[in-house]
């Protein structure tokens, strides 16, 4: 009878925490959409115009670290807890094929920043094995081409797939729990990821399929406005010539 009813409030919580995620993310994308829309009609206004744009009309890292500063706000409301770092990846395709992975916006801004935070790192086109024991989770994840979210959910699996400086830092691994969501374009290339890390063990609760039916339903939606805005960023070049 005890498991039944711890049961049934875990369900009943996981309901609760739907409706309060789902609220969250239909307020979080309209908001998003409006600040994008503007955004888009002032470059169109200079366009037409002047012929020309400022490089401040339009900001694909500005879509960025609101799709951050939200999926923080969502995970607080939702789990009751702020102890959390979010991070968005943009990947570039570079024409000798590697890939460029930049770190451009992180979330929340009063806590230290990452160390390769706004640093660009080059992705090989090809690793072994052994090469990818010395590469971050992301460029791990870029390189497997998935856009199935990684859920890690306890610290010795976080241990596994992150990279450590050296073996005192991996002891002292601060992240308990790793959430990665690919961002893939139409031709199912990543494009981007949106990394959640918990910095204590248990704040992301409930079993992993149920963790991905909510990353899918509520997390996914408002991290794939940053495809939005990378596609209007590279349509936005094509017009002005990357100015």
Same mark, same amino acid.
């Given at each position: 009878? %005890?498991?039944?009813?711890?049961? =049934? $409030?875990?369900?009943?919580? &996981?309901?609760?925490?739907?409706?309060?995620?789902?609220?969250?993310?239909?307020?979080?994308?309209? @908001?998003?959409? /409006?600040?994008?829309?503007?955004?888009?009609? %002032?470059?169109?206004?200079?366009?037409?115009?002047?012929?020309?744009?400022?490089? *401040?009309?339009?900001?694909?890292?500005?879509?960025?670290?609101?799709?951050?500063?939200?999926?923080?706000?969502?995970?607080?409301?939702?789990?009751?807890?702020?102890?959390? /770092?979010?991070?968005?990846?943009?990947? %570039?395709?570079?024409?000798?094929?590697? @890939?460029?992975?930049?770190?451009?916006?992180?979330?929340?801004?009063?806590?230290?920043?990452?160390?390769?935070?706004? $640093? *660009?790192?080059?992705?090989?086109?090809?690793?072994?094995? %052994?090469?990818?024991?010395?590469?971050?989770?992301?460029? #791990?994840?870029?390189?497997?081409?998935?856009? =199935?979210?990684?859920?890690?959910?306890? /610290?010795?699996?976080? $241990?596994?797939?992150?990279?450590?400086?050296?073996? &005192?830092?991996?002891? *002292?691994? #601060?992240?308990?729990?790793?959430?990665?969501?690919?961002?893939?374009?139409?031709? #199912?290339?990543?494009?981007?990821?949106?990394?959640?890390?918990?910095?204590?063990?248990?704040?992301? #609760?409930?079993? /992993?399929?149920?963790?991905?039916?909510?990353?899918?339903?509520?997390?996914?939606?408002? @991290?794939?406005?940053?495809?939005?805005?990378?596609? *209007?960023?590279?349509?936005?070049?094509?017009?002005?010539?990357?100015?």
């Amino acid at each position: 009878l %005890k498991f039944e009813l711890t049961d =049934a $409030r875990l369900k009943l919580g &996981e309901k609760e925490n739907a409706i309060v995620g789902y609220e969250y993310c239909l307020s979080s994308i309209q @908001a998003t959409l /409006e600040v994008t829309a503007q955004n888009i009609n %002032k470059l169109r206004y200079d366009l037409t115009h002047d012929g020309v744009s400022t490089d *401040t009309v339009w900001d694909f890292k500005q879509t960025c670290a609101l799709v951050c500063r939200d999926t923080y706000n969502l995970l607080n409301n939702v789990y009751k807890n702020n102890n959390f /770092e979010v991070s968005y990846i943009s990947f %570039k395709r570079n024409s000798n094929g590697t @890939a460029s992975a930049y770190m451009n916006s992180y979330e929340p801004k009063n806590n230290e920043m990452p160390s390769i935070y706004q $640093r *660009t790192i080059i992705i090989p086109k090809y690793a072994t094995r %052994k090469e990818q024991k010395k590469m971050y989770c992301f460029e #791990k994840l870029y390189l497997e081409g998935t856009s =199935a979210p990684l859920i890690l959910l306890d /610290e010795e699996k976080v $241990r596994r797939n992150f990279l450590f400086k050296n073996e &005192e830092a991996k002891k *002292t691994c #601060k992240y308990k729990q790793y959430i990665a969501i690919p961002i893939c374009c139409q031709s #199912k290339k990543v494009i981007g990821m949106l990394q959640i890390s918990a910095l204590e063990n248990n704040i992301i #609760k409930g079993d /992993e399929i149920s963790i991905k039916k909510f990353l899918i339903a509520i997390l996914r939606p408002i @991290a794939y406005l940053t495809l939005l805005a990378n596609k *209007t960023q590279d349509c936005i070049d094509s017009i002005t010539g990357g100015k």
